[in-house]
């Protein structure tokens, strides 16, 4: 975050920070510059840290604690829920300390969610700084990840990397290791789409895709191979069937839509990334309406029959996709 850099930079720092989001990896980054800014080397004795609920007493008798030999004294607060409504007490007495907090002080708030109408929040946002950890859209994430393997001596083309992000999970962390694991295998080399496909564990969304795209191939043996491969992780056979069930849905939509809006404008209407709306028009091409609205009819049938007894849920589902590969 331009703003977070810049009191790193300066050494201006806010009294108080919350990080927050879904991103675990970014808050931790942004915790972790932000410590190294303000507490030099060997200055861990000024560092206090609170993990899960903490009353507001210790973190303020913490807080007031002046520091040894520094200019300030970090206390970091994580996971406490104190950002929540279930604290709204515990809340309304950090905002207030935090209205006259030590200028030796600064309190770090690290959480998984806050809540924007509390009184803590809205105190750090006026009196501190709030960096919401989002993780990042699509192309960012290829070009960080590009950027990151320059970083640790290999060349990954951004195409390369939108491959892996495609491919695999999107949080940043799993990004990271899949990296790792890349620069390991080909140090000092380029990392090629061969080596993403060979190394990098795929999401289950993109292993659901191969599946859907085999089906609208008419390749039923490959159907089956991929089919089969989900089972033998341990993936559950309804959760497949609900996921064909979605990628049909999706194809339909894309399908229907792409007759009077293009492909962003898709994908601002169905919360998709633009990437997936090409794959869901493409994959469509290969089915008629009628055939994708019958695919969907059979999805449903399928789910009725396994939770009703009718079948088991492993055939059943083998059953649906060869009905499947035979629309085509």
């Known amino acids: ?166 491919n695999g999970t999107a949080d940043m962390q799993s990004l990271y290791n899949e990296v790792e694991k890349l620069v390991a295998y080909k140090p000092g080399n380029n990392i090629t789409t061969d080596d993403i496909d060979l190394l990098c564990a795929k999401s289950l969304e993109a292993k659901i895709f191969d599946l859907m795209r085999a089906i609208s191939n008419k390749d039923i043996g490959m159907s089956t191979a991929l089919y089969t491969n989900l089972i033998a992780m341990k993936e559950s056979p309804l959760m497949i069937l609900a996921m064909i069930a979605r990628q049909f849905r999706f194809c339909l939509q894309c399908s229907d839509l792409a007759k009077n809006a293009n492909q962003k404008e898709i994908a601002a209407r169905l919360s998709l990334h633009p990437f997936a709306v090409r794959e869901f028009i493409d994959v469509a091409r290969n089915f008629s309406t009628p055939n994708m609205i019958f695919a969907l009819e059979e999805c449903l049938q399928t789910d009725y029959a396994v939770k009703s007894g009718q079948i088991g849920d492993v055939p059943g589902v083998e059953m649906l996709i060869a009905k499947c590969c035979n629309l085509c």
């Open 1 to 166: 975050m331009k703003e977070l850099n810049e009191h790193i930079k300066s050494g201006n720092f806010a009294r108080a920070y919350l990080f927050y989001g879904t991103e675990a990896f970014l808050a931790k980054k942004w915790q972790e510059a932000l410590t190294q800014a303000i507490v030099p080397p060997g200055g861990e004795m000024n560092v206090e840290l609170f993990e899960g609920k903490v009353s507001p007493s210790n973190i303020i008798e913490a807080a007031e604690t002046l520091p040894f030999f520094a200019d300030y004294r970090l206390t970091i607060i994580k996971d406490s829920g104190l950002f929540a409504a279930g604290r709204s007490d515990d809340s309304a007495i950090m905002a207030e300390f935090i209205k006259n907090i030590p200028y030796t002080t600064i309190l770090v708030f690290s959480e998984n969610d806050a809540d924007k109408r509390g009184r803590l929040y809205k105190r750090i946002n006026e009196n501190g700084l709030v960096c919401e950890a989002k993780t990042p859209k699509e192309a960012e994430l290829a070009e960080w990840a590009s950027k990151l393997a320059a970083k640790l001596g290999v060349t990954m083309p951004k195409s390369v990397a939108m491959h892996l992000v495609r």
